[in-house]
């Protein structure tokens, strides 16, 4: 299983700081998850509020990422596509993939803070046919020089864009799906891997979810066995499971009144996760904190149970002091991370 870190910044300032400071603890934890073997490092695009609106353009987070690494892959989780001018994107991340050498991973999603959508002028109702399109007009720009593109919403004559990215025919493509079967399925007979959050049902319900992207992927041609599958997770992993329930529970009430803050300035779907208590998303599974063994025991059951190849690891949220979250992601990379590369080695 592959390890990634995973960055949707909630910001507090009265706990984390300057905005400045801010940044620099998440770069920091990211250059330095190269050297202690996390596999990728994804950034998520909000805006318009401290929940995660401090990462607006991830294209720029990463290229900034991309200095002060050499091995680590970099990926957006995701870039809100329906959002912004398909040309625009496709330049900004072919470059992200030049100036890495090769590493970027575009996932790709619709989002679901409506609020943004009202913000930018772009209807809600026709967020998810935007994305099919906007992604359509980004493989064309990253593979043919000139294109040209007649659809709903654009229309393009014998234009060139410029880079071209470095990976060809082109980076790989992660869509991500939370709730509709529909999603699950047109990423899966596209052949693209998914991007998914386990927080927001019960992992028989994701299961089932999961079996649907599967099952199209392999009725549209593509083997499932080469797809893959990676979910995110908040983690805070302690010596002491006591400090960590105390703190990890602290940071999940302040993360999720964030959110739902965010979602009701615009009427956006409810978090079914948020209504749980904290006990119940440690019980299933839903988030994973504790011990390393407690988290090496979540992850495994995840694993199991949805087929999971990755976990997107979330360790500075809600408010957690830096030098905690610190702590934990080192503990986590020492005691949980090489447990699973143990099993890839007996596998």
């Known amino acids: 299983m592959k390890f990634g870190i995973f960055a949707l910044p909630t910001y507090f300032p009265e706990i984390d700081g300057s905005l400045g400071q801010f940044y620099q603890h998440i770069l920091q934890l990211m250059e330095d998850s190269e050297r202690l073997g996390f596999d990728c490092a994804w950034v998520n695009e909000h805006h318009f509020h401290r929940y995660g609106g401090m990462m607006p353009e991830p294209a720029v987070f990463l290229a900034a990422l991309a200095a002060r690494t050499s091995r680590l892959r970099l990926g957006t989780s995701v870039a809100l596509l329906p959002l912004h001018h398909p040309l625009q994107l ?17 996932g790709i999603g619709r989002g679901f803070i409506r609020n943004d959508y009202d913000t930018f002028g772009v209807p809600w109702e026709e967020g998810q046919e935007r ?19 007649r659809g709903r919403y654009f229309e393009f004559h014998d234009v060139s864009v410029w880079p071209m990215p470095y990976q060809r025919p082109h980076p790989p493509i992660w869509g991500a799906a939370t709730r ?13 891997n998914l991007l998914t959050v386990v927080y927001l049902h019960p992992l028989e319900h994701l299961a089932e979810l999961i079996r649907i992207y599967r099952e199209a992927a392999a009725a549209s041609g593509h083997d499932p066995s080469t797809l893959q599958i990676s979910t995110h997770y908040q983690v805070y992993c302690c010596e002491s499971r006591a400090e960590a ?3 990890g529970a ?10 739902t803050e965010a979602r009701t300035r615009g009427a956006s779907p409810p978090a079914s996760g ?9 019980a299933e599974a839903r988030v994973c904190i504790g011990t390393p063994d407690d988290c090496v025991a979540i992850l495994e059951h995840a ?10 690891c979330t360790f500075y949220f809600g408010g957690l002091d830096y030098t905690k979250a610190r702590r934990s992601f080192e503990l986590f990379a ?3 991370i090489p447990r699973f590369r143990s099993l890839r080695e007996v596998a």
């Open 180 to 192: 509709s079967p529909e999603s699950f399925a047109w990423f899966g007979s596209r052949g693209y």
């Open 245 to 247: 329930w105390r703190d």
């Open 131 to 149: 994305l099919y399109e906007t992604l359509d007009i980004i493989l064309k720009a990253w593979q043919q020089q000139p294109f040209s593109h």
């Open 250 to 259: 602290e940071a999940l009430r302040r993360y999720s009144a964030l959110i």
């Open 274 to 282: 948020h209504t749980l208590s904290f006990e119940q998303l440690v």
């Open 303 to 312: 694993r199991q149970t949805l087929g999971l190849t990755g976990v997107d």
């Open 90 to 106: 496709a330049e900004a991340y072919a470059m992200v993939d030049q100036l890495s050498g090769g590493r970027l991973e575009l």
């Open 334 to 336: 020492r005691e949980v």
